[in-house]
């Protein structure tokens, strides 16, 4: 799964940064914050609103930092990698809170990086074509046999359509049928 990742970066160099990572854990948000010089780790899970007042009350809270960081990198997930400078958080509110609204309202699937670089058109292309070819050509170890009653339907009476029965008529050999 793809994380939103916040990093706040020390002016100090050398000093590893603070991390805040958010996730979608079914209908909640899994929100994290992690710093390791000080050896902290803090979660907390949290609904969709409380999730955009965390980021507001973070994007408000930093800039006035007795401390500050220097910089914010925002690592939203399908979506460049955006580095800013501290002074311009809070001018930044709006934008990173209509981008947290577009992630959270769409979480991104992520898939690994081979696989989307070695099949885009596989993947762009639909499988309801290649997959009745499949099905009309049975295998060798395969035979067709007929249903035992003459099956009749009409376009408005399709209830009797069972998929188990379906591949019971199309598969004789038991080991190359689906599981029920």
Known sequence: ????SIFL?????GRPDDVIKIRPIMDRYHISFCSPHSNIYHFMYCTEDETFRYVDDLM?????????????QFNFPCFPSLLFRMADAQDLRYVIRERLSSVLG??????????????????????ALAQPLALAQPSAAATVRAPAQPVTATDQDLSFVNPPSIFRILFSDENQMPPE
């Open 60 to 72: 408000q809270m930093l800039p006035v930092d007795r401390e500050p960081y220097s910089s914010l």
């Open 9 to 13: 970066i020390h002016s100090v160099t």
């Open 106 to 127: 769409n979480w991104p699937e992520a898939r690994a990086l081979a696989l989307a670089l070695a099949q885009p058109l596989a993947l762009a292309q639909p499988l």
């Open 1 to 4: 799964m793809t994380d939103l």
